[in-house]
């Protein structure tokens, strides 16, 4: 079991909670102390998750939307041809949709990763655990 000047001061608890009785069955002997550094440890990474996910967010509609304002700015112009010539597609076609969707589909898994993608009930879990040997 980890002491107290073993951690980093951000692992450290803001105000010292009373031991759990009956945590050591759950979590294997760890001890409530070590549980709950663990699970700190969990909150903070998923924090830091999330915010990653809203810069992300942010990026991709400020690029995106500067990229649909460049294409009006140039289609008003008449500069359209100019841009994206291609065999088949009109000459004022819409190509900010390339990046819109395929950078969309990969901010729409990262915010399923971060929102969706690491939460389990109790009942997935106790399923996973009778499959193991």
């Given at each position: 079991m980890s002491t107290n000047t073993?951690?980093?001061?951000?692992?450290?608890?803001?105000?010292?909670?009373?031991?759990?009785?009956?945590?050591?069955?759950?979590?294997?002997?760890?001890?409530?102390?070590?549980?709950?550094?663990?699970?700190?440890?969990?909150?903070?990474?998923?924090?830091?998750?999330?915010?990653?996910?809203?810069?992300?967010?942010?990026?991709?509609?400020?690029?995106?939307?500067?990229?649909?304002?460049?294409w009006v700015a140039l289609a008003a112009a008449g500069w359209s041809h100019y841009v994206f010539v291609s065999p088949g597609l009109p000459q004022d076609f819409f190509w900010p949709i390339f990046p819109i969707v395929g950078w969309g589909i990969g901010v729409v898994i990262n915010g399923y990763v971060v929102y969706r993608g690491n939460v389990y009930t109790e009942e997935q879990i106790q399923r996973e655990m009778q499959k193991l040997p």
């Open positions: 073993e951690r980093t001061t951000w692992e450290m608890p803001a105000g010292r909670a009373e031991p759990v009785t009956g945590l050591d069955e759950l979590i294997g002997g760890r001890g409530a102390e070590d549980f709950m550094t663990v699970r700190r440890v969990q909150a903070i990474k998923r924090t830091k998750a999330k915010k990653a996910f809203k810069v992300h967010l942010l990026v991709y509609l400020t690029v995106n939307t500067m990229l649909v304002v460049i």
